[in-house]
C-alpha cells in the first residue's frame, strides 16, 4: 500500500522568506503523479503543484517549485518570497498511474506566514 | 455545475440521530472521495467510487457509515446514530483518471456537529 508522510506538523516564517516542505512516499510503483494541495482557513482545497514521476524536470508555478527526488522517494515543496496569503495546510499526495488510482493524502503541514 | 458542491455546508444533529450528506461531482468526473477532517488534523480517507467499480470502503470507521453513488452522479454519505466523535468536515473530491487529469477538485466540505 502507498503512503504519504508529511514530517513537520507545523512550520512559521517571516513575510518574504523562503519556506520548504517535506513529504516523502512509499511505493512500489514505478509511474505516478504527485501533488501538493493548500488549505486556507476557507477549507477550500486548492491545487498548488503537481509532478509527473517519469518527468526528470522539477515543476514550477510562479512562487512553488518542487524538489522531486524520485530514487529518495521525496517530493518538497519551496514557496519563495512567503506571503501572508500562504497562509495555510498544505497537503502532499500521490496517486499511481496504474492499479488502484486512489489519491493517498498526507498527515499536513500547518504553514503561518508572520507579517 | 462548474464545481463540486456539497450540502449542508453545515449540519447540527442530536445525537443517536442520522445525517445524509450530500455530493455533486463536476459532470463527467468518474472518481467521487469522501474524507473526514477532523479540526485541524489531515484527510482521513473514507470511501473511494471509481466508475462502475465496487467501491473501496477501506476507511469507513465503522458500520455506522455507508455511501452510495449512482453511476457517475451524485453520492450521499450516510452516518448512522451519530456520536459525537463523528463531528468533523466532511470533504468530498471528484475526478477524471486520465493521464495528468487526475487531479481532484474539492467541494466545501460539510461541517457536522453533533451535540
Known amino acids: 500500500a502507498q503512503t504519504v508522510t508529511q514530517s513537520q506538523p507545523e512550520m512559521s516564517v517571516q513575510e518574504a522568506e523562503t519556506v520548504t516542505l517535506s513529504c516523502t512516499y512509499d511505493t512500489s510503483e514505478n509511474n505516478y503523479y504527485l501533488f501538493w494541495y493548500k488549505q486556507p482557513p476557507s477549507r477550500q482545497m486548492i491545487l498548488v503543484i503537481r509532478q509527473e514521476a517519469y518527468k526528470q524536470q522539477n515543476a514550477t508555478e510562479n512562487r512553488f517549485s518542487v524538489n522531486f527526488q524520485k530514487a529518495a522517494k521525496s517530493f518538497s515543496l519551496k514557496i519563495s518570497d512567503s506571503q501572508l496569503g500562504d497562509t495555510a495546510m498544505y497537503f502532499c499526495a500521490f496517486i499511481p498511474v496504474q492499479g488502484a488510482q486512489k489519491l493517498v493524502f498526507g498527515q499536513g503541514t500547518r504553514l503561518t506566514i508572520n507579517p | 455545475g462548474a464545481g463540486v458542491s456539497q450540502s449542508p455546508s453545515n449540519k447540527v444533529t442530536e445525537k443517536g440521530k442520522d445525517v445524509e450528506l450530500r455530493c455533486d461531482p463536476i459532470s463527467g468526473h468518474t472518481a467521487l472521495y469522501w474524507y473526514r477532517q477532523r479540526l485541524g488534523q489531515g484527510l482521513e480517507f473514507l470511501i473511494y467510487f471509481q466508475g462502475n467499480s465496487a467501491p473501496d470502503k477501506s476507511g469507513l470507521p465503522s458500520d455506522r457509515f455507508s455511501a452510495e453513488r449512482t453511476g457517475e452522479s451524485v453520492s450521499t454519505l450516510t452516518i448512522q446514530r451519530t456520536q459525537q466523535e463523528d463531528s468533523a468536515v466532511y470533504l468530498c473530491?471528484?475526478?477524471?483518471?486520465?493521464?495528468?487529469?487526475?487531479?481532484?477538485?474539492f467541494g466545501q466540505g460539510t461541517r457536522l456537529t453533533v451535540v
Open positions: 473530491a471528484s475526478s477524471l483518471i486520465v493521464g495528468l487529469n487526475t487531479e481532484a477538485f
